[in-house]
């Protein structure tokens, strides 16, 4: 036997978690657009948002993350899915100057978004 789902994991004779991150950001991506009204909504604080995508989206895409043991590319991976919903709770960057809308940098998501990232969370 190859692989086989066990507790909602698909676990594999090679220990190759490849398949399973990419079926949890997935499921991720589902709850994201399932709430995506939320987030994007005005009359909601960036800290309720911030709270939804912890309650809500973080557990769908950690789900049996204890078992994992991450390459850089899986990493990747799952820090391009944060920084996206991130980018979509808390909008676009605006110059005070200028006026003009720019897209905030990992950095800066970073420094917003207080709570460890989703690589520290799962290490």
């Known amino acids: 036997m190859e692989q086989f789902k066990y507790l ?12 399973e991150i990419k079926h949890r950001l997935t499921s991720g991506n589902s709850c994201y657009h399932s709430v995506q009204n939320l987030l994007s909504s ?3 604080s ?7 995508y912890k309650t809500i989206i973080l557990p769908v895409v950690l789900y049996g993350c204890e078992t994992w043991s991450l390459t850089l590319r899986e990493e990747h991976g799952l820090k391009v899915f944060e920084n996206m919903v991130l980018r979509r709770i808390f ?7 200028t006026g003009e809308q720019g897209k905030l940098l990992n950095d ?5 978004h207080s709570s ?5 969370v799962i290490n």
């Open 91 to 97: 909008g676009p960057k605006r110059n005070k100057v």
């Open 108 to 112: 800066e998501l970073n420094d917003l």
């Open 46 to 52: 960036k800290n309720l948002k911030t709270r939804i």
């Open 8 to 19: 909602g994991i698909t676990i594999t004779n090679q220990n190759s978690i490849k398949e």
């Open 42 to 44: 005005s009359l909601l």
């Open 116 to 120: 460890p990232n989703i690589i520290q």
